[in-house]
């Protein structure tokens, strides 16, 4: 009987150590999963109020800045951007009187620009600035000769480019 358990402990012995020597390795692996984004600067405005316009005493000249009412529009900069405004550009009327493009004029105010800007100038908004930015318009006729009776309409552009 000995003999049986010594053939006994040497085989246990033999499968300890061969399943030592060739035991199966788990290895876990890992990687990284990323993301990214590039996130431009960008103006968003909102919350445009028209404005009014009225003929001052002479009947030769339109303005919102003379007895009439400043369009209104807010804008929110995440960074840094320029901003522009246009001439004024007329849109349909029932009045027959026409205004060359060089009677035509708008200004922009507001705390958050660098200056007050007129028609074809630019001004600069600092980063992450949020507010109101007033609009001017005025129409003449360049002249004595008096605006005809009727409804006038104008568009002005205001850009912001990053």
């Known amino acids: ?9 040497l085989l246990l012995s033999l499968f300890i150590a ?12 890992a990687d990284e999963a990323s993301a990214e984004a590039e996130v431009e600067s960008n103006c968003i405005f909102f919350g445009a109020e028209p404005g009014e316009l009225a003929v001052n005493d002479n009947g030769t000249i339109l303005s919102s800045s003379t007895g009439g009412k400043s369009a209104t529009v807010e804008i929110d900069c995440s960074g840094a951007a320029t901003v522009t405004i246009s001439k004024p550009s007329p849109n349909s009327s029932t009045g027959s009187t026409t205004f060359s493009a060089e009677n035509l004029s708008a200004t922009a105010t507001s705390s958050i620009l660098s200056k007050s800007i007129n028609s074809g100038e630019s001004a600069t908004i600092e980063a992450e600035s949020t507010g109101t ?3 001017d318009m005025q129409a003449s006729t360049g002249s004595s000769t008096k ?3 009727g ?8 850009t912001a480019t990053p």
């Open 1 to 9: 009987m000995q003999t049986f358990s010594l053939i006994h402990r």
């Open 151 to 158: 409804t006038y309409s104008f568009t002005v552009t205001i």
């Open 18 to 29: 061969l399943t030592s020597i060739f035991a199966f390795t788990i290895n876990a692996n």
């Open 147 to 149: 605006i005809t009776p």
């Open 133 to 135: 930015i007033k609009v």
